[in-house]
């Protein structure tokens, strides 16, 4: 194929799926598909298993900061072998990066902390204002 063969980091494999993710979730805000970002997460969160410790990957955005993603972002899109459309930043997080806002947070912080381990997903929706199971009893 002609292709060489380059070394990848750990943070970079992190950074291309989670990024991609981030991504997506602008794309489906500014599209009004979802109301807040951490009903994003909360989907991550409950349905795909992402690292509750991480709060979702439209959190996880925001302690890196949207301009870093959006960085790394136009950084993959400079890869002539990779595809460029697919890492250029939504319009929405292109421009919350551009003014290194924190707006894709919409909502208190969905994550447990790992020193919290006892807390219960039902306690995670009680803390987003969601279902409880003490609710449902």
Known sequence: LGV??????????????????????????????????????????????????????????????LGNVARAMERFAQNPLDDGKFWQPAPLLA????GERHALAGLTPLYVHPSEPEMRLGQVFARAGGPSHADAE
Not at 95 to 98: D, P, Q, V, Y
């Open 4 to 65: 060489t063969p380059r070394k990848i980091s750990d943070e970079e494999i992190v950074q291309r799926l989670v990024y991609a993710l981030v991504n997506e979730g602008a794309h489906i805000l500014e599209d009004g598909i979802a109301g807040k970002s951490g009903d994003i997460d909360m989907v991550y969160l409950t349905g795909y298993g992402f690292p509750i410790y991480r709060g979702g990957p439209m959190h996880y955005a925001n302690e890196i900061g």
């Open 95 to 98: 421009r919350l990066a551009a």
